[in-house]
C-alpha cells in the first residue's frame, strides 16, 4: 500500500467546516494506538505543489497520526475534477450523520450554488445542478427533516445576533439530544419570546382598580397587607421543566427535585401573612418524569408544607379529558393535584355553587340548547379539557404579540377556587401570575386580584388576556 509522509498532507477544511463537531475524537485515537490505521485515507494533490496533498477522505485519521507521531500515513491518491464539497460529501455519504451535519451539508449546497426561492434552475446550470444535489439530500432524509433543520438554522440566525456562542452550543445541544422536532419548536419559542421582548421591554406592570400585577419575586408580597386575602390561587412554575430565562429568583428550573421542593415551600411563607385567617390556598401542582423515573415532587411538596405549618383542608384530583400523549412503558399523565391549604381550623368554603349548578355540571347552555361539556366536577374530581389558548394566542397576534407561554391552566381551575372560597369584592392573589387565568377568573366573578411575575411578556399577555371579551365553557355563577 502507498505510503505519504503525514507532513506532506493537509487537512481538508471543507470537511472540517461541514462535520466540525467530534465529540469521540479520544475513543478514536486510542483505537489508532492500538490498531494502526487500518483504512487508507484517500487524498488528492495540491494543484500548485509539487509532492503535496490535500485530503479528501480521512481528516481524523490524519490528526490522530500526527497526535500519536506517525510519520507516514497509508494512502489512495486520487486525482479528481470534482468540487471539493461535492467530494467531502459523497465520501461522507454513508456515514450516520449528526443532525448538525445535514444542515452544514444542506446549507453548503445552498450558498454554493445559488439556491434561493423564485431562482429557476433551467435557466441556470449551477442551480440545476445544486437542486439536483438537494433533491438527493432530500430523498435520503426526508424533506420534513430538511426543513426543519432549515428552520432551526433561521432560528439560531435570529438568536445568535445577540450572543454568536449561540448558534454552536445549541447545534451541539441538538446533537446530543438528537430532537430535531423538540430543537425546533423550542427555538421557534426563544425566537417569538424575543420578539416580545424588544416590544416590551424589560418591565412592564399591570396596575388597575381591581387588578395589579406586579413584575417582581413573589417571595415578598410587601404590596399586600397581613390578613387581607380571601383566597391565593396558583400553579408554580413545573419542576426542572421549563426554563424562563428569569435569572435566580426563578423557580423550577437547575434544582434537584429536593432543592425545588424546599426552596417552593418556602416561598409561600410570605402567602401565609397575608392570608387572611379562614382563607385557603390552592396549589395546583403536577409530577414529571425526569431520568427514568417520577420526581414525585407534588407529594414530596405536600409532605414539606405540613412540616411547615400548613393544614391540608382539601386534596383534589384535576383529571385532564385530553392530556399530552406520552409515549413510554408508563400510564399517560392525566392528572395533578390541587391542594387546599389553610392556616387555621375555620375557613370560608362555600360549596353551594356546585349544588346550584349540578344541573349543569356536565353542560353548557348555548342559547336554548344545552350541550355537552368538557368540564366535570364530582366528589373530589374535577375533569376539564387541558387549557385552550387559541381566542387569547389570535388576540395576541392581533396586537402584533406571540402567546408564548404553554403552561397556563384552564379558567374553570381557579375559578372552582374562587367560587368556593371567597365573595364577591374579596382579594384573590396569584403568586405566580403566568398570563394571568387566575386574573381572568377574579375580574369574571366580580373580585379583585393581586399576581406577581417576573416575565414582563407575560405581563403583558395577561393585560391582553383580560381585556378581551370573556368566553368559557364553564357556566360559572357570577
Ligand atoms: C405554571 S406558570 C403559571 C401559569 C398561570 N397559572 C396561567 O394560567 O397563565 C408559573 C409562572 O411562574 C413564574 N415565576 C417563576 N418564578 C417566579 C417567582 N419567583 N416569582 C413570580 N413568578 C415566578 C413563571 O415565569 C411562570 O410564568
Known sequence: MEKVKTNCIQENQITNNLYKVDDQFEDFLKSIELDGILEPLIIQPLNDKEGEYEVVSGNRRLRAARELNLKEVPVVIQETKLLSE????????????????????????????????GVRSDLNPKVKKGQELKKKMVKKHSKTKIDKLVKIDKYLKVLSKDDPTVYDNELHRLDKSGSIDGTRKRLEKKVKESENRKKVGDT???????????????????????NSVAAIVTSPPYYDVRDYKL??????????????????VSHFDDCKRVLRKNGTMWVVIGDYVKDYGYTAVAEKFLVKMLENGWILHDKIIWVKNNPVYTSSNRCVLANEFIYVFKKNKFVHYDESWVKNHQENIGFVKLGNEKLKSVFDFRDNIVKTNVANNYSLRKECEKKGFNLTHDATFPISIPSIAIMTSSKPGDLILDPFNGTGTTGQSTLHLGRKYIGYELNPTFIKQTEIRIDMPFEDDLEIAA
Not at 101 to 116: S, T
Open 86 to 117: 461535492e467530494l467531502s460529501i459523497a465520501h461522507q455519504q454513508y456515514r450516520e450523520k449528526k443532525p448538525s451535519e445535514i444542515l452544514r451539508e444542506v446549507l453548503n449546497i445552498k450558498e454554493r450554488y445559488g439556491l434561493k426561492q
Open 247 to 264: 435569572g435566580k429568583n426563578q423557580l423550577g428550573h437547575d434544582l434537584s427535585a429536593d432543592d425545588f421542593v424546599n426552596r417552593l
Open 204 to 226: 412592564f406592570e399591570i396596575i388597575r382598580e381591581k387588578i395589579k400585577v406586579y413584575q417582581k419575586s413573589s417571595e415578598n408580597l410587601s404590596e399586600i397587607n397581613d
